[in-house]
């Protein structure tokens, strides 16, 4: 059995810049959907003792580096980092009929893809080092 969740040794960190992307640019639920006279209502409750929430700090600019990085990938590679980053909650069934592939075939095209992320993105550092 393919397991599309194993990260390859050689892809961690370029996985943990693909992870921050995919909270970048992930559609969050808007405040302002609530109704208005509910907007500023306090609770009897005090909400930050009871459910901390701990924000995380997303580096925006290298997020925006590799979404155009992403953006330029061939269809099916730039179409599976999607998925398996931003869009995991589709079934991956639905991915391999949309782009024609096997199981194995998915994984393959996730590597390559995470593959050309490295060298896109490493080419670019040498390319402003110089």
């Given at each position: 059995m393919i397991d599309l969740n194993h990260i390859p040794a050689r892809h961690e960190a370029i996985n943990l810049r693909l992870e921050e992307w995919a909270r970048w640019v992930r559609v969050r639920?808007?405040?302002?959907?609530?109704?208005?006279?509910?907007?500023?209502?306090?609770?009897?409750?005090?909400?930050?003792?009871?459910?901390?929430?701990i924000h995380v700090e997303i580096n925006t600019l290298d997020a925006h580096e590799v979404e155009k990085t992403v953006a330029?990938?061939?269809?099916?590679?730039?179409?599976?980092?999607?998925?398996?980053?931003?869009?995991?909650?589709?079934?991956?069934?639905?991915?391999?009929?949309?782009?024609?592939?096997?199981?194995?075939?998915?994984?393959?095209?996730?590597n390559d893809a995470r593959d050309m992320m490295r060298n896109r993105l490493w080419q670019k550092i040498v390319e402003n080092k110089y």
């Open positions: 639920p808007q405040a302002w959907v609530m109704q208005p006279m509910f907007r500023y209502a306090k609770s009897n409750t005090r909400q930050w003792e009871t459910d901390p929430h330029g990938l061939p269809d099916k590679h730039r179409t599976a980092l999607r998925w398996c980053y931003v869009f995991a909650f589709i079934p991956v069934g639905k991915v391999q009929r949309e782009l024609g592939l096997t199981r194995a075939a998915l994984g393959q095209l996730l």
